[in-house]
């Protein structure tokens, strides 16, 4: 497999292009305004610089690993973008890896990622205006849509384009963020008490369960 295109790394502009409309994009659909909230912004702000620093920037991941990767796959490019897509590229596949399997379900991953984000921030609102608790929408499966929502994000983008600080960072995040939860859930439970308590029976915290109906609908803050 050959990957001989110019190398694509040292474009600054494009790591804080595409750092900041990402960034932009999860602050406008969450609209921090707790400290915990902006914890949850700021760790998936982390990862998404981290991540476009290795994409366009400096490509860490490739130098640390250029020894093993020139030995074990001669004749490729290392230094140029198709070759940072490193899941096409170690599988040996002969394809535009912007086109591949991983590419396309990332792209999906990413897309259901802020799909779910906006559908849960509209739902939230519409709530917290109303002082009620909301199960409709994403709150109607799962408890808390939103950090759901940065972890299928974070996770395409690790398809897409993995790289070791990423690797190190996702599950760390996902732990920050199902610590968040938990802390979230006992301001809302001291909040609304027994209601919240029927809802939060019948709805699992982050895995949806589709094979079975709510027996009721409430109105969760979360």
């Known amino acids: 497999m050959m990957h001989t295109s110019a190398p694509a790394y040292g474009l600054w502009p494009l ?9 932009f994009f999860a602050f406008s659909f969450t609209q921090p305004k707790t400290a915990r909230d902006w914890r949850s912004l700021g760790a998936f702000s982390a990862f998404v610089l981290a991540l476009f620093t290795e994409m366009y920037g400096f490509p860490l ?4 690993l250029m020894p093993w990767l020139t030995r074990h796959y001669p004749g490729v490019d290392w230094l140029s973008h198709d070759a940072g897509h490193l899941l096409e590229t170690l599988l040996g596949w002969r394809i535009d890896p912007h086109f591949g399997p991983f590419h396309l379900a990332s792209n999906a991953l990413i897309l259901l990622g802020f799909w779910l984000l906006a559908s849960a921030w509209s739902v939230l609102f519409r709530a917290q205006r109303a002082g009620q608790l909301a199960t409709e929408g994403p709150y109607a499966r799962i ?4 950090y759901v929502a940065f972890v299928l ?3 395409g983008f ?8 990423t690797l190190v960072m996702f599950p760390i995040l996902v732990f920050i963020y199902a ?3 938990r802390r979230e859930e006992q301001t809302i439970r001291a909040q609304f ?3 919240y308590e029927r809802y939060a029976r019948q709805t699992p915290a982050f895995v949806p369960r589709f094979w079975s109906k709510k027996e009721s609908h409430h109105e969760h803050v979360a």
């Open 193 to 195: 008490g027994a209601e």
């Open 143 to 146: 408890r808390h849509p939103q």
């Open 158 to 165: 690790l398809l897409q384009w993995p790289t070791l600080a």
């Open 15 to 23: 790591v804080l292009i595409n750092s900041a409309f990402f960034i």
């Open 61 to 64: 991941t490739i130098y640390l």
């Open 153 to 155: 994000v974070m996770f």
């Open 179 to 181: 610590r968040l939860a």
